[in-house]
């Protein structure tokens, strides 16, 4: 039986492009906190705010509620955590039978497309920061 091997399109990319929104955003709200008055009430909400949309978006919209209570992508269970994500990759390397190619790059980029929203979340109303020109 030969190993199913991934596309040569699959690059690791996009990924990586998240992961470093991610790192830059969660530096960013770091700096915000550090800079804040946390006695402002209205300040710690919306860090707070940020920090809450950065949660809820880590549950995966690609699963059913029903089928998965915890959608969690780094906490849960199921095919739609990173453990899976990196268990399916493990299979695909070890040409295990029931291994899809298909279904991982499918798996990969909605983990990507998960992390690139709570990067996105992380880093705030982008309508309301002031960005100089």
């Not at 039986?1 to 830059?24: D, E, N």
């Not at 299979?91 to 497309?113: C, H, I, K, V, Y």
Request: charged fraction near 20%.
């Amino acid at each position: 039986m030969q190993p199913q091997l991934l596309p040569k399109a699959l690059t690791v990319r996009w990924l990586i492009m998240a992961s470093g929104s991610y790192s830059r955003a969660s530096s960013a709200l770091a700096a915000d906190i550090q800079n804040s008055d946390l006695e402002d009430i209205e300040m710690c909400r919306v860090i707070n705010d940020r920090i809450m949309m950065v949660e809820r978006n880590f549950l995966s919209p690609y699963v059913s509620p029903r089928d998965s209570p915890f959608r969690h992508i780094l906490l849960g269970s199921g095919p739609h955590t990173l453990k899976a994500l990196t268990n399916h990759l493990d299979s695909l390397t070890t040409a295990n039978p029931n291994a899809d190619a298909e279904l991982f790059r499918n798996q990969f980029a909605q983990a990507t497309w998960t992390i690139q929203t709570c990067a996105n979340s992380l880093a705030g109303d982008i309508w309301s920061l002031d960005n100089e020109i």
